[in-house]
């Protein structure tokens, strides 16, 4: 894990209809490739050591968002190498102003491993300034 | 007085005809120089691309300064749009190799054979995979597909008992589906050989009987140097340390291995220490013993000499090059010999793999190129 793993940029909360739904965070893959969504096996967010989990989270790379349940399938929509994805986590009221404890964990399969799935874990202190 | 015979009479012997068939040819005998050739793999750029230090073209410009003369490019990292280029980026891509005088050589593939959760890919499936990225090889001019090699078995049949091993795809039902294409994209599959796999292996001898039986040129080898591995990089132990293992704990782990202790013992023997995640993941089937040798299991450059002739693609693994000029890990100066007493001609790409820290790729690059130049010189 490194610095570049979490941006800094992008940490911030998220507003749909005046309302603050949730906050997002933007995450680079530590792999060497990008990979089919289709891989992805879970991921979780965790701030202030309060998780959120895969369900109460949306992946967001190339302008869409995917829940966990829809990228099962898609074997040729990718998550590019260079693209930082977009966590969008539900919470109401989103964070406070101030610096908090992230952690993002994710795992993907890859074909020639010996454990069915590899776990990418990042975390960092981040800045939300609103 | 010496018993010289003249050059005509003894050509006239038995002895002297038979000498004549051994003897090397005059052009031979010049000693020419080897007809390997130099490139880099963009792979040894990834720490570099991805802290945003280097562009693709930074690295194109990079490896023509330090006298690179091919490409091996990694599709699914730097093909934009991947797997549908435009066809202005392919455009772009050959000015950028006339730019900077740089051929393209080969392409990095991979197979996702675990692509679905729930099922696994049937021989034809993988071959259509596969051919999504000869599509894409040709519109590059790449002719060399480095392919997943000693990685089939792991890709086919883990973890045991899975939906995926549970199909029983073989690789060479694989390769009957894709022989075809390869005709038809006009591609050689380079079957990448990567640590800790052994030259005496069962695969290594069922992709030779698949190229002897089919009398095929379009599957080959890719040796990738870490093969040769003759020690352990260097402060392994203290990086294992670093990431939370306890020093007891990790010293008996790597003295274990160096004495030649059966993975699963190590484990067993960790466990009953109380190792934690860190420990346990070391001395598991990913740890300690996946991609280093201990001498029980190293193995001998002269043995890859068999293999050469069917060799079209060679993947210059290093991790750390000395100010010696020297790779720490890995006796290059006893493998390329053999490369070049087999007749090997094609390329050494320079597969960089060490600290991802900015800069160091180039730093890197440069003595790894001048260790390869003074090595093929020397020959």
């Keep these: 894990m490194a610095e570049w793993n979490i941006h800094d940029e992008g940490f911030k909360n998220v507003t749909q209809n005046g309302k603050i739904t949730g906050f997002q965070v933007k995450i680079q893959s530590s792999y060497y490739r990008g990979i089919a969504l289709s891989l992805i096996e879970d991921y979780e967010v965790t701030v202030d050591g309060e998780t959120f989990k895969q369900d109460q989270i949306k992946f967001g790379v190339g302008n869409r968002n995917y829940a966990l349940g829809e990228m099962e399938s898609l074997i040729d929509v990718r998550w590019p190498w260079l693209e930082p994805a977009v966590l969008m986590v539900n919470k109401p009221g989103g964070l406070k ?12 399969r890859v074909s020639y491993m010996e454990a069915r799935a590899t776990t990418a874990a990042f975390s960092k202190k981040l800045t939300l300034v609103m | 007085m010496t018993n010289e015979i003249t050059r ?40 570099d691309l991805q802290q945003r230090r280097m562009t693709f073209e930074d690295c194109v ?61 049937s021989a034809q499936e993988i071959a259509g995979r596969m051919e999504i990225d000869l599509k894409i090889m040709k519109k590059m001019g790449l002719k060399i597909y480095r392919g997943l ?20 795809v073989k690789m060479e039902d694989v390769y009957d589906k894709v022989m075809p294409l390869l005709d038809k994209y006009d591609v050689t ?25 089919n009398k095929t040129k379009r599957i080959g080898f890719c040796p990738d140097m870490g093969i040769f591995q003759f020690r352990m990089r260097r402060n392994a132990m203290e990086n294992s340390i670093a990431q939370g293992g306890r020093k007891n704990i990790i010293e008996f782990i790597y003295q274990s291995f160096e004495k030649n202790v059966p993975q699963e013992k190590i484990l067993a023997e960790v466990e009953k220490m109380g190792g934690n995640p860190v420990e346990l993941r070391l001395a598991g089937p990913s740890g300690i013993y996946h991609g280093n040798y201990n001498d029980a299991n190293r193995n001998k450059p002269e043995d890859y000499l068999k293999y050469v002739p069917y060799t079209y693609h060679v993947h210059g693994k290093f991790w750390e090059m000395t100010e010696e ?16 007493k087999g007749g090997y001609d094609g390329f050494i790409c320079s597969e960089y793999e060490g600290s991802r820290d900015v ?21």
């Design chain 2, 8 to 47: 005509k009479e003894f050509l006239q012997t038995i002895a002297g005809a038979a000498a004549v068939a051994a003897m090397p040819t005059l052009t031979s005998y010049a000693q020419p120089k080897p007809k390997i050739k130099l490139g880099v793999c963009t792979y040894s750029y990834n720490g």
């Design chain 2, 359 to 379: 800069f160091q790729a180039s730093i890197q690059l440069r003595r790894h190129h001048c260790m390869l130049r003074r090595l093929l010189m020397q020959a």
């Design chain 2, 149 to 168: 090699g000693s990685s089939w078995d792991h890709a086919l049949e883990l973890p045991p008992g899975s939906v995926w091993a549970k199909a029983g």
């Design chain 2, 189 to 213: 599959i380079a079957e990448e050989i990567h640590s800790p796999e052994q030259l005496s292996s069962d695969l290594m001898k069922r992709i030779m009987d698949y190229i002897l039986k």
């Design chain 1, 97 to 108: 102003p101030g610096i908090h404890d992230v952690q993002v964990i994710y795992l993907y």
């Design chain 2, 325 to 340: 000029l020297k790779e720490y890990n890995i006796s290059y100066d006893k493998v390329i010999p053999v490369l070049i």
């Design chain 2, 61 to 121: 410009a990079d490896m023509a300064d330090l006298g690179a003369e091919g490409i091996e490019f990694l599709g699914e990292a730097l093909l934009p749009a991947y797997p549908n280029p435009s066809d202005q980026w392919i455009e772009s891509w050959f000015s950028l190799l006339d730019k900077y005088k740089i051929k393209p050589v080969a392409y990095t593939a991979f197979i996702d054979t675990r692509l679905y959760k729930n099922r696994a890919l």
